[in-house]
């Protein structure tokens, strides 16, 4: 593993960890699955992920808040793009939704990678450096990811309580 590489995919996890209160464990391994791996995983259909982001655009209102993007780039750009934001900045769910589709057919995917750079994630967070709510909870976060090949995963409990998420994955800032 490169050193620089890993010295700066391990700084954006301990960011978000401060940025995001609750961040647990199967955030910092979401945020490393989808900078590793892009959001195919998340299109069963282009049709399914059309009525996905209706659904999620119409729930939420307007604002702010939580910022416009979140990078989460490992080896290739990749941003989380907040749908609150980008309705408060005239952003289209049109234009996320193609750029979603876009990125989910081009993104280079790197499970080598994941594998990789969770090893030194589980690494760090077994010799104490706080970066997750609940470190004790690692061996059985990590038994789970091996029994299933590094799956994709939802955010925590902890996270989805406080911040609601409402993104989607692209790779380009959209204005």
């Given amino acids: 593993m490169e050193k620089e590489l890993l010295d700066k995919i391990s700084m954006r996890v301990y960011i978000h960890s401060l940025d995001y209160p609750g961040f647990c464990i199967a955030d910092a391994y979401k ?4 900078g590793c791996m892009g959001p195919e995983h998340a299109i069963t259909s282009p049709e399914a992920v ?6 999620e655009w119409d729930s939420v209102e307007a604002s702010t808040h939580d910022g416009l993007f979140a990078d989460v780039t490992v080896h290739t750009p990749i941003y989380r793009i907040n749908l609150r934001a980008a309705k408060a900045f005239g952003i289209t769910k049109e234009q996320i939704y193609n750029e979603f589709i876009d990125l989910a057919e081009t993104f280079p995917k790197r499970p080598d990678l994941l594998k990789e750079l969770w090893k030194e994630i589980s690494h760090q967070i077994e010799s104490g450096n706080e970066l ?4 004790q909870e690692l061996a059985q976060f990590n038994q789970g990811i091996l029994k299933n090949d590094y799956p994709a995963v939802h955010h925590s409990p902890e996270y989805r309580e406080i911040h ?12």
Wanted: net charge neutral; charged share 30%; proline share 8%.
């Fill in 132 to 135: 997750v709510c609940n470190p």
């Fill in 164 to 175: 609601k998420p409402a993104y989607r994955l692209v790779d380009e800032i959209i204005d």
């Fill in 50 to 55: 059309k009525q996905w982001l209706d659904k």
């Fill in 31 to 34: 945020l490393l699955y989808q």
